[in-house]
C-alpha cells in the first residue's frame, strides 16, 4: 500500500496568498492521499518587525493591502477578501506571531487536522471579517468557534512549548532556504512545489509520486 504523499506547509496566518493556496490544498486532499503537515513561517513577529520592514503603521496597510489586490485577483474566490474592509479597520496591520501561536495550541490539542481548521478560520476573520488576529481575545474566540475547549486553548497559547514550536519552525523554515510563503516542501526529497492554480498544483502533485485522483 503506497503511503500517503507527504507535503509541509509552511505559512503566516496574515498572508494573503497562504489564504489562496490552503484553499486549493484542502481540495486536492479531497482528491489524493496527501498528508499535509502545517508549519507556522511568522514573517513578522512584533510590532517592531513590522516597521523595520514596512514603516508606519499606515505604510504597512497601504503596502500590504496592494499585495491583497493582486492576491484577490489570482483567488479562486475573491469575493472573500476584503480590501476595503481592512482598509477601513481601526487598528495597526497585526503581524502573525499571535495567530501562529494559536495554530500551534490548537495543533497541540488536537493534532494536525486541528491547526488547519484554526488556521483557515484565523485567516477567515483576517482576510474576510477585517478582525485584528494580533488580539488574543479574538483568538479565544475563533478557537471556541472550530470547537476547542476555551480553558485549554488559552493554557496551550501560554505554554512554553508552544512558542518554542512556533520559533523552531520559523528557524526551520530559514535553514531550508524558505524566505517566502506559501511554501509546499514534499518530504522526504525537500523538492519545492510550485505555487500555482489548483490545476497547477494538481498536475505538480501527481507527478511527484505518479498518484492519480481517488474520486
Not at 508606519?56 to 497601504?62: F, G, L, S
Not at 488580539?135 to 471556541?144: F, I, K
Not at 512556533?166 to 524558505?178: E, H, P, S, T, Y
Not at 509520486?209 to 474520486?215: D, E
Request: hydrophobic fraction near 45%; include cysteine.
Amino acid at each position: 500500500m503506497r503511503a500517503p504523499l507527504e507535503i509541509h506547509f509552511y505559512h503566516d496566518a496574515v498572508c494573503c496568498w497562504c489564504f489562496n493556496i490552503s484553499a486549493r490544498l484542502r481540495r486536492l486532499a479531497g482528491e489524493f492521499d496527501l498528508d499535509i503537515r502545517h508549519r507556522t513561517f511568522v514573517l513578522q513577529a512584533s510590532r517592531a518587525e513590522m516597521a523595520a520592514r514596512w514603516g508606519r503603521p499606515e505604510q504597512a496597510r497601504a503596502t500590504i493591502l496592494g499585495h491583497w489586490a493582486t492576491c484577490r485577483a489570482a483567488s479562486d474566490h475573491p469575493e472573500r477578501i476584503d480590501i476595503a474592509a481592512m482598509r477601513r479597520a481601526g487598528f495597526d496591520y497585526p503581524h502573525g506571531w499571535n495567530a501562529a501561536l494559536a495554530c500551534k495550541a490548537a495543533e497541540r490539542l488536537g493534532g494536525q487536522a486541528a491547526h488547519w481548521d484554526m488556521f483557515d478560520r484565523v485567516q477567515t476573520a483576517h482576510l474576510s471579517e477585517a478582525r485584528n488576529i494580533a488580539d488574543p481575545a479574538v483568538l479565544a474566540d475563533l478557537a471556541r468557534e472550530v470547537g476547542l475547549n476555551a480553558q485549554a486553548f488559552e493554557e496551550a497559547s501560554a505554554a512554553a512549548e508552544v512558542a518554542g514550536a512556533v520559533d523552531r519552525d520559523r528557524r526551520q523554515a530559514w535553514m531550508l532556504g524558505i524566505r517566502s510563503i506559501p511554501a509546499l516542501i514534499l518530504q522526504p526529497t525537500g523538492t519545492r512545489l510550485e505555487n500555482g492554480s489548483i490545476e497547477e498544483l494538481r498536475a505538480q502533485i501527481r507527478a511527484s509520486a505518479g498518484l492519480i485522483p481517488h474520486y
